[in-house]
């Protein structure tokens, strides 16, 4: 493997796999600029840190018996050329594998979609490209992201929807609308994520950020029409 972009490590975590104990590695670099980031500085695609690639692997292979799973997350994982050289040798220890993407590189997504146990995808806004754009920074991927929607529904593999309610940029329309177009499309587990105001958002009142679970109509809908739905605060 030539190069892997490593911006962090966490060792261990109940919260990014389902039900699984796991550690979670950050890869630099993503195309977005998503208003509601908290990860900005994993956003520059950066320099190469495959020694701290290495030092990872040595720390799995002393955690086999203690995780389930490794989870690559981001930035944009897909952004790596070398992801699924990466997959491998995590899998070849033993752990599942779990991805967290926006579906930025569909043919990127393909390749590892055979190496990966479950998928954590995120719906940024109604799947229009003037509100994906708004969402995502100013550059359209939306043709991206439903080609990598399409990938992950025609294969078996295990994954999730889920967005971020940032109320600068949804309603509860948009939550509906979002919701609407994945059921139709088939898919099965959905959630919604609390938006955290970033630290240079000072004005995000907490209620803003609390209205989307405020409304029994908009929850009711969601959990009778997904085999799975939740919030997550
Ligand atoms: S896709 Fe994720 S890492 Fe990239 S800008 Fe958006 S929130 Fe940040």
Not at 210 to 231: A, G, Q, R, Y
Request: include cysteine; charged fraction near 25%.
């Amino acid at each position: 493997m030539n190069t892997i972009n490593v911006g962090g490590v966490e060792q261990f975590s109940l919260v990014d796999y389902p039900d699984k104990i796991a550690a979670t590695i950050f890869m630099q670099g993503c195309p977005w600029r998503c208003p509601f980031c908290h990860n900005a500085s994993l956003q520059p695609a950066g320099i190469d840190t495959h020694f701290l690639w290495d030092k990872f692997l040595a720390f799995l292979s002393t955690r086999k018996k203690l995780l389930d799973a490794v989870v690559f997350s981001g930035g944009e994982p897909l952004m790596q050329d070398e992801l699924s050289a990466a997959i491998t040798e995590v899998k070849s220890l033993g752990f599942k594998i779990g991805l967290h993407t926006g579906g930025y590189r569909p043919k990127m997504l393909e390749k590892v979609i055979p190496l990966v146990d479950w998928v954590g995808f995120d719906i940024k806004a109604p799947l229009e490209e003037e509100r994906y754009k708004q969402a995502t920074g100013g550059i359209n991927h939306l043709p991206h992201v439903i080609e990598s929607l399409n990938l992950l529904l025609d294969s078996n593999i295990h994954f999730e929807c889920r967005t971020t309610c940032d109320p600068r940029i949804l309603d509860l329309p948009d939550i509906l609308q979002i919701g609407k177009y994945l059921q139709n499309k088939g898919v099965k587990e959905y959630y919604l994520q609390k938006y955290r105001p970033i630290p240079t958002d000072t004005t995000t009142e907490d209620a803003d950020c609390e209205k989307f679970f405020d409304s029994p109509e908009l929850l009711s809908w969601l959990k009778s029409n997904f085999i799975k739905f939740d919030v997550r605060k």
